[in-house]
């Protein structure tokens, strides 16, 4: 099983995904474990604060590193008090390297390999104090821009990887198999259903002729030919 901990300033933020999502879906089925923790809960003081102003000026507020590393040695404790092994602690950070799909099949080969944890790091505000890095195996970003939170970016990754774990999806590996940057990195060939023709928009022939080794020719020439215009 594939147990992920999500670390956020906005915890409600997540409350669809435990109860609409694909990822509802898989904790439901037993194949991921998905805790949502509070990082105001490690805060210091009374007011339980997570943010202060950075060393040297300039705008915004920054992360403090004591909630983060309180909150995550919180994570890392309760699943290994239950046997998991050392978690991957991912950190949602412009300047980490954008999230593909190979990364998302690594991790969800981790929830096929036996019990294994995941712990993500929702940046918010003006970023982290450097020193949280410390805590991170791997550092993420999902684009070129810039959120106001690590909290959509999380979520985002987590979905890719929990739709990949076994069980998940129905129709098993085939479900998976043939999607956009599947082992060839092509985008998806496009995909019709009934009617055959709306609005003079029609379905390609090949497609309702029956023919599956034509039908297979011509989806992989149409991923290749959206791959080349697309990326």
């Known amino acids: 099983m594939l147990a992920i901990d999500v670390i956020s300033v906005q915890p409600k933020m997540f409350s669809g995904f435990l109860t609409e999502s694909m990822v509802a879906r898989a904790v439901k089925k037993g194949a991921c474990d998905l805790g ?100 991170a195996t791997d550092r993420f970003s999902v684009g070129d821009f810039v959120m106001t939170g690590g909290e959509l970016a999380a979520a985002s990754m987590v979905d890719a990887i929990v739709r990949l774990l076994p069980g998940v999806l129905g129709g098993g590996p085939a479900a998976t198999a043939d999607e956009s940057f599947s082992s060839e990195g092509l985008l998806e060939a496009p995909q019709y259903t ?14 309702l002729s029956g023919d599956h080794v034509k039908i297979e020719a011509w989806r992989r020439a149409e991923s290749r030919r959206l791959t080349d215009a697309a990326r």
């Open 194 to 207: 009934r009617p055959p023709e709306f609005r003079g928009m029609r379905v390609p022939d090949v497609l």
């Open 36 to 135: 949502i923790v509070d990082l105001r809960e490690f805060g210091r003081g009374r007011w339980k604060k997570v943010d202060d102003r950075p060393y040297g000026g300039g705008p915004g507020m920054l992360m403090c590193c004591e909630p983060w590393f309180k909150a995550v040695e919180h994570c890392v404790a309760r699943r290994a008090a239950a046997g998991f092994p050392r978690p991957r602690v991912v950190m949602t950070d412009p300047k980490g390297r954008k999230f593909t799909q190979r990364d998302a099949e690594e991790f969800a080969a981790l929830g096929a390999e036996g019990d294994r944890q995941v712990v993500f790091m929702c940046g918010h505000y003006e970023g982290f104090d450097a020193r949280c890095e410390a805590l």
